[in-house]
């Protein structure tokens, strides 16, 4: 088993990002842009460096996310950590009441940076008048702005 987001890992990193914004219900979507602002935090305005570092293939990594953290979710599920609700916006998950007693017995140091900048994401982005989609524009727009000028710089551009 790859231990680099496996179903595992992925569906801890989800446990965190679902117990920091306990007791809301999140869906798949904000699920894979919190994660991914979780581990990328630094583009972020005003926010906590980066655990991992920045990949060439950032938004193909997005692509990718989705169906990592539906599978964590299934691990967290078995586990009775989350569950899931059927609404009318379509499903979401949630932390269960077991789920804050399971990470806190996590020692690893990696768990508690994941917690500080889950907990960040939690107040910055998940209150009424913002959400985490808008920070996600900001790493876009980073995306797009490292592209153009990666296509300037090597001249690729001049054939369009």
Do not use: C
């Not at 801890?12 to 581990?39: C, G, K, N, W």
């Not at 300037?152 to 551009?157: A, C, F, Q, V």
């Amino acid at each position: 088993m790859n231990p680099l987001n496996s179903p595992l890992e992925v569906g801890i990193r989800a446990l965190v990002l679902l117990s920091e914004t306990f007791p809301r219900r999140l869906d798949v979507a904000q699920l894979v842009y919190l994660d991914h602002a979780m581990l990328h935090s630094g583009d972020l305005d005003d926010a906590p460096s980066s655990l991992h570092p920045d990949l060439p293939v950032g938004p193909g990594e997005l692509g990718m996310r989705r169906r990592l953290i539906e599978q964590g979710l299934v691990v967290l599920m078995r586990a009775g950590l989350a569950d899931m609700t059927a609404t009318d916006d379509g499903f979401l998950y949630g932390a269960t009441e077991e789920a804050a007693s399971f990470l806190n017995v996590l020692e690893a140091p990696y768990v508690g940076l994941l917690t500080e900048r889950a907990s960040w994401l939690a107040s910055t982005y998940m209150h009424e008048e913002s959400d985490v989609r808008e920070g996600m524009k900001q790493i876009t727009q980073r995306w797009f702005d490292r592209l153009t000028a990666d296509t300037l710089h090597t001249g690729e551009g001049d054939a369009l």
